[in-house]
């Protein structure tokens, strides 16, 4: 077979249909396509036969090119900076004749053989570009590619050689991916190289021992500067390196995140004093019931007139270039205008609550009335007293509290370097017998049982020196996950409190909350809880109209509705929402803990005993 290369027209090409072995996903790039043939031209022939009509080709391999091309024709574009006409020279390679058989395996040969560039090479061709004087904005144009994926593909372009050679190296996995990104944390290509060395010395080049290595570990620090606003971190002198590829920001100075928070949160409690609400609080110091139980006022109009928009709107712009005068002038307006909000009888009994989530999101809650504010008012209008918040009664939420010491246990069974840090701190944490620690590591976790096989101390240490450091921390992990003892006999003590919240938080979401809903026992709590807690549980996983309906049900009916229905939501009971839950309803805010306790440093009677006994 005889192949002859040359140009022919636009015009004067087709579409094969029947011979093109591409059928699907014909779409796919197509934008980067046309982006790279408008700013490089056709950088690859057409592969066409003679079709019936005389002067005409059929398309065998090429007809994505050959539609990006009709289109730049359409719209009156150029490629590589000449007219797309239907006179454009198109370079094909003719061949094939009626052979069909062979035309197919052309067509799909180009497809399949196709050998794709390594992510590594890609990307230092366009930090090539980049150093050549290209913005991101002129990259992204050329190829068709969003400015921010440009970004991202420079900074792993710039990377040093020596981990972009490892990259190659290495089998592409999502880890080792994940491995390159993190490198991008680095300050410095020296600092690359360094960190690179250290960490392949020791085994463990993998994307949590970068960040980790790297600072980019801190919950805390994250979590302050989201309350007071990355602006604020920065204003007041705090740096930053971006994490690129997702939240692993590098926080240089966490001092400054937790000034700026704390300020914020000050700033946020003067002001809603400065309203008049007769107390304010943050949420974390009210305990739990207060977002569930306590009643709340319902605002009136409050909202801002046209006329005071506008003065809004100006007094905003004086305030921004730090106009003392507008800025206390648009102070006292938000004040007028959350005066018609609120009555003065309101703001006299109620109070405004600052939540702050578990990821640094602020909250406020105005007009919180606390139950001693509603029954002095109740008395005042001799109306009956009412009943305090209801509760779940202790032996279920001890049960309750036992599914998540379970939970915990199977999930961390997975985490092993959680479990070596658990074990670690569990350990000093018991040197003062504290009894909310969640792991006790003398082995006196929840459900304890002894195997009948014995091991001397010198044929554990043996075996243990063989192992490697992955195969140690599996084993601390486990040991871990025994001594997790999470159980509460008694409600007002969660098993997720302020102690075990940490611990459940930095196990992978997806793990505990797999583990926490195998545990859920719904038919023991739906059977044992009181009817206001089936129908709470009814309004947060489906709706107020179901738990309307609910509401008129016998506890037998509405035991039955709730199973059959809650579950599969992936609702969990306030107790077994861990700070990492994402179901419906909200994670309980917990209190931290309180050293002037006098049970601070008490331990239950059943262990005090089990102490002694050892």
């Known amino acids: ?280 609080s943050m949420g974390a110091d009210l305990g739990y019931y207060w977002e569930h139980s306590w009643k709340r006022e319902k605002p009136g109009d409050g909202k801002a007139t046209a006329d005071e928009k506008k003065q809004i709107t100006k007094l905003k712009k004086l305030a921004a270039k730090d106009n003392v005068v507008a800025a206390g002038h648009l102070n006292d307006l938000w004040k007028t205008i959350a005066e018609r909000q609120w009555t003065p009888d309101q703001l006299g009994k109620a109070g405004a609550v600052v939540k702050i989530g578990h990821y640094g999101d602020l909250e406020i809650c105005r007009g919180v009335v606390k139950p001693q504010a509603e029954k002095k008012a109740s008395s005042a209008s001799s109306t009956p007293k009412e009943k305090g918040p209801p509760t779940i009664s202790n032996a279920l939420h001890q049960r309750l509290s036992g599914q998540a010491t379970l939970a915990v246990r199977q999930a961390l069974q997975q985490e092993p370097r959680v479990g070596l840090i658990a074990l670690l701190a569990g350990f000093v944490a018991h040197r003062r017998m504290h009894v909310d620690s969640p792991v006790r590591v003398y082995h006196e976790g929840f459900g304890k049982t002894y195997g009948e096989d014995k091991e001397t101390f010198a044929s554990v240490f043996a075996r243990l020196m063989d192992m490697t450091d992955e195969e140690l921390f599996q084993v601390a992990a486990g040991c871990a996950a025994e001594a997790v003892h999470m159980e509460r006999p008694y409600i007002g003590k969660p098993p997720f409190d302020a102690n075990a919240a940490p611990l459940a938080a930095s196990i992978q979401p997806d793990l505990l909350t797999a583990a926490l809903q195998e545990t859920f026992d719904a038919a023991d709590y739906f059977g044992g809880a009181s009817k206001p807690f089936v129908i709470t549980a009814i309004r947060e996983a489906l709706n107020d109209d179901e738990a309307r309906k609910a509401d008129k049900m016998k506890k037998a009916e509405l035991t039955a509705f709730a199973l059959a229905n809650v579950p599969q939501t992936g609702w969990l009971p306030p107790e077994l929402r861990a700070p990492t839950y994402s179901g419906p309803g909200e994670v309980p805010e917990v209190a931290a803990p309180d050293e002037h306790d006098p049970n601070f440093d008490q331990v239950d009677e059943e262990s005090e005993d089990e102490l002694e006994d050892a």
Request: overall charge negative; proline content about 4%; glycine content about 6%.
């Open 1 to 280: 077979m005889t192949l002859q290369t040359r140009t022919a027209a636009l015009a004067d090409l087709e579409l094969d249909d029947d011979i093109n072995a591409r059928r699907h996903r014909n779409d796919e790039g197509i934008e980067e396509l046309k982006a790279s043939i408008r700013a490089h031209g056709l950088a690859q022939s057409l592969r066409v036969r003679p079709s019936e009509k005389a002067g005409r080709f059929r398309i065998v391999a090429g007809s994505r090119r050959y539609r990006v091309l009709c289109e730049l024709a359409t719209s009156g574009d150029t490629a590589a900076g000449v007219p797309v006409t239907e006179e454009f020279p198109v370079p094909v390679i003719i061949g094939y004749e009626d052979d069909d058989q062979t035309a197919r395996e052309i067509s799909q040969a180009e497809n399949l053989i196709r050998l794709p560039q390594h992510e590594a090479d890609t990307y230092e061709t366009f930090r090539e570009l980049a150093d050549r004087g290209l913005d991101e904005a002129q990259i992204a144009a050329r190829f068709g590619i969003d400015p921010k994926r440009v970004k991202r593909m420079l900074a792993l372009g710039r990377l040093s050689p020596v981990i972009l050679d490892w990259w190659r190296s290495e089998e592409q996995t999502n880890e080792t991916s994940a491995t390159v990104r993190a490198f991008t944390l680095a300050p410095s290509i020296e600092e690359q190289e360094k960190l690179f060395k250290k960490l392949f010395k020791q085994g463990d080049v993998r994307a949590w021992a970068v960040k980790r290595a790297l600072g980019a570990d801190n919950p805390q620090a994250a979590r302050n500067i989201k309350i007071a606003g990355l602006e604020a971190y920065k204003a007041a002198g705090g740096q930053m390196t971006t994490d690129l590829f997702g939240d692993n920001h590098v926080i240089a100075d966490p001092d400054i995140a937790e000034k700026v928070a704390e300020e914020k949160i000050a700033s946020t409690i003067a002001g809603l004093k400065a309203e008049g609400w007769s107390w304010v």
